[in-house]
Nanobody, 117 residues
Framework: QVQLVESGGGLVQTGGSLRLSCTAS????????MGWYRQAPGNQRELVGS???????NYAALVKGRCTISRDNAKKTAYLQMNSLKPDDTAVYYC???????????WGQGTQVTVSS
């Protein structure tokens, strides 16, 4: 069982930046692809972006150019840097870890991001 803990959420003004962190309890994070998702009230959870164990990234169109995902396997942590934030980015942001071989899926508890206009 992998436990994920997100941090770094908060209230920010339009145009501001936040960096979210996701720290895992797993000792070997290099076996996991990491993803960031978000869910706004009344909406389904949607993918923000993901990063492979080797560092390859992909992003949803809505955030492309404004977000950067990175990881530090030694620190067992993945990051989501968000810039030029908009009120539409307001959501609970969740971290996901998926084992690259067995496909086991783990989620964090989420961290709230609120962007004021």
């Amino acid at each position: 069982q992998v436990q994920l803990v997100e941090s770094g959420g908060g209230l920010v003004q339009t145009g501001g930046s936040l960096r979210l962190s996701c720290t895992a309890s797993e000792s070997d994070l290099s076996l996991y692809g990491m993803g960031w998702y978000r869910q706004a009230p009344g909406n389904q959870r949607e993918l923000v972006g993901s990063i492979t164990p080797g560092g390859g990234t992909n992003y949803a169109a809505l955030v492309k150019g404004r977000c950067t995902i990175s990881r530090d396997n030694a620190k067992k942590t993945a990051y989501l840097q968000m810039n030029s934030l908009k009120p539409d980015d307001t959501a609970v942001y969740y971290c996901n870890a998926r084992h690259i071989i067995f496909g086991a899926d783990y989620w964090g508890q989420g961290t709230q991001v609120t962007v004021s206009s």
